[in-house]
């Protein structure tokens, strides 16, 4: 499966963007997920999804502001994004799950190019 996101942009502090995944041939991982990495840092663990039954998954960071949700028919993932802190600034990546640790980048396969975020204050 080849991922690919967007929907990235500017806006300001409180903002709100939804990015969207849009996934390419079948996908075959039992979870999808997305990721966000700024220079010189490690890629980070947004959210995840397990694409048969829409559970999600969240980093403690965005639990309560960012919902990640599916459009199974459009072979589709979203990541709606409310209340943006400029710490939220980075270009994020959607990838499907391979093994290990949900969190871990390290367990993921297919990213797609990503899309950048940029927050102002």
């Known amino acids: 499966v080849q991922l690919q996101a967007s929907g990235g942009g500017l806006v300001q502090a409180g903002g709100s963007l939804r990015l969207s995944c849009a996934a390419s041939?079948?996908?075959?991982?039992?979870?999808l997920g997305w990721f966000r990495q700024v220079p010189g840092k490690e890629r980070d663990f947004v959210a995840a999804?397990?694409?048969?039954?829409?559970?999600?998954f969240y980093a403690g960071s965005v639990k309560g502001r960012f919902t990640i949700s599916t459009n199974h028919a459009g072979n589709l993932m979203y990541l709606q994004m409310n209340n943006l802190r400029p710490e939220d600034t980075a270009v994020y990546y959607c990838?499907?799950?391979?093994?290990?640790?949900?969190?871990?980048?390290?367990?993921?396969?297919?990213w797609g190019q990503g899309t950048l975020v940029t927050v102002s204050s």
């Open positions: 990838g499907a799950h391979d093994s290990g640790a949900l969190y871990d980048h390290t367990s993921y396969k297919n």
């Open positions: 999804i397990r694409w048969s039954t829409d559970y999600p």
């Open positions: 041939g079948r996908i075959g991982s039992t979870f």
